[in-house]
């Protein structure tokens, strides 16, 4: 499955060219991820702060096709790639109509209160895996 988010492009996203200024990239990435866990895997960027967990990113490899421009309105696209014991790796890419604007591979793993890896918890790693697979979780 591909979960879907439109991400506009604004002015606090740009360089004085007006094109998107590639850390800004970054952080839209984790927020495609950030929205995933809470709509999808109905385990939130929140929850996981309360209880003390989180999902660090361990690894990172983007690759920038086409520049995104103020007023641009990108589609990013989130698939799951592999769900490991305590990683998983999601494939996020942005699209402008039916251009590739960008690509990222992102490693993330579950870290527990004590900041370790650890097992992801059964039921999120059950809907990760659902999603991967096409069933809705």
């Known amino acids: 499955m591909i979960y879907r988010r439109i991400i506009p492009i604004e002015f606090n996203h740009c360089d004085p060219a007006g094109i998107v200024f590639y850390p800004r990239y970054f952080e839209m990435t984790n927020s495609v991820v950030e929205n995933f866990f809470d709509e999808v895997l109905d385990y939130s960027f929140a929850r996981m702060?309360?209880?003390?967990?989180?999902?660090?990113?361990?690894?990172?490899?983007?690759?920038?096709?086409?520049?995104s421009r103020l007023g641009d309105k990108p589609e990013f696209r989130l698939e799951i790639?592999?769900?490991?014991?305590?990683?998983?790796?999601?494939?996020?890419?942005?699209?402008?109509?039916?251009?590739?604007?960008?690509?990222?591979?992102?490693?993330?793993?579950?870290?527990?209160e004590h900041g370790t890896s650890d097992a992801w918890p059964d039921a999120v790693r059950r809907r990760m895996i659902a999603f991967q697979q096409g069933a809705a979780p």
């Open 49 to 67: 702060t309360r209880e003390r967990c989180g999902v660090p990113t361990v690894r990172i490899e983007v690759n920038f096709r086409v520049p």
């Open 81 to 112: 790639a592999g769900v490991g014991r305590s990683s998983a790796r999601f494939e996020v890419s942005a699209w402008g109509g039916a251009i590739e604007r960008l690509r990222a591979d992102v490693t993330l793993v579950y870290v527990n």
